[in-house]
């Protein structure tokens, strides 16, 4: 798939993962053969926790947008499997403000209004759920339903003005249905087939267009979640 470049200055919060090992210090003599296992025993600790920390630090890097092409992988309409609300309604009510005020302790680059008006246009959509089951995709909009059935169309891996990249996995629609856009492009921060927790979607009728909006991003949670769940959730990541 080819690589588009695209100019957007994007924010990022990366998180530290930090890892520990506590220490037992015994008074009791222990035999050589006790001794031997503890000490694989350890050892087998040590490797188990490296490995980890290093699969979490490569896990951070791709999520904040830094990977080789190469890393990339076909993903399928399964991968965004369920039931998902739209979060721009808890944008709206406040119920993320506290979102917006952790921002700022992690990057004082904006304030919290400011981050709240920059992601009032990022999340804005009118479009309060959306249900995909297999391959067909149901959109919501004002308690209206429309459902349609999608296809892979690939996807496209976007470079980024600040230096790290993005990819967009891509569906077309199979045939004109009513109220149902021509195509979707998720977006998840993962780069490989992955059960999303989250995404954010971008869908209209010309595939080239779309790809280069980088303004616009609804996203969406399961619907099962509260306004203060999904709260919790942006400040974990």
Request: net charge negative.
């Amino acid at each position: 798939m080819k690589s588009t470049t695209v100019k957007w200055v994007s924010i990022l919060t990366v998180s530290s993962i930090l890892v520990g090992c506590q220490a037992v210090d015994s008074k009791e003599e222990i035999t050589s053969s006790e001794a031997l296992t503890t000490t694989q025993d350890v050892d087998s600790h040590s490797h188990e926790s490296e490995h980890n920390h290093a699969h979490d630090e490569e896990t951070e890097k791709i999520h904040a947008g830094y990977f080789e092409d190469s890393q990339v992988h076909e993903r399928s309409l399964s991968d965004w499997e369920g039931d998902w609300q739209s979060v721009y309604p808890y944008l709206l009510d406040g119920t993320l403000d506290e979102v917006f005020a952790h921002k700022v302790q992690q990057n004082e680059a904006m304030t919290a209004q400011e981050y709240k008006s920059y992601y009032d246009v990022g999340y804005k959509t009118d479009t309060e759920r959306i249900v995909i089951q297999g391959n067909t995709v149901t959109f919501f909009n004002n308690g209206e339903a429309n459902t349609g059935e999608y296809q892979s169309d690939g996807y496209e891996i976007l470079t980024y003005e600040a230096g790290n990249k993005g990819v967009r996995y891509i569906f077309k629609l199979v045939e004109p249905t009513k109220g149902i856009p021509q195509y979707i492009q998720f977006s998840d921060h993962s780069i490989s087939p992955n059960d999303a927790d989250h995404y954010h979607l971008y869908w209209g009728d010309d595939r080239k267009d779309l790809v280069e909006e980088v303004i616009n991003w609804p996203t969406f949670y399961p619907s099962e979640l509260d306004g203060h769940a999904i709260a919790h959730e942006m400040m974990a990541h």
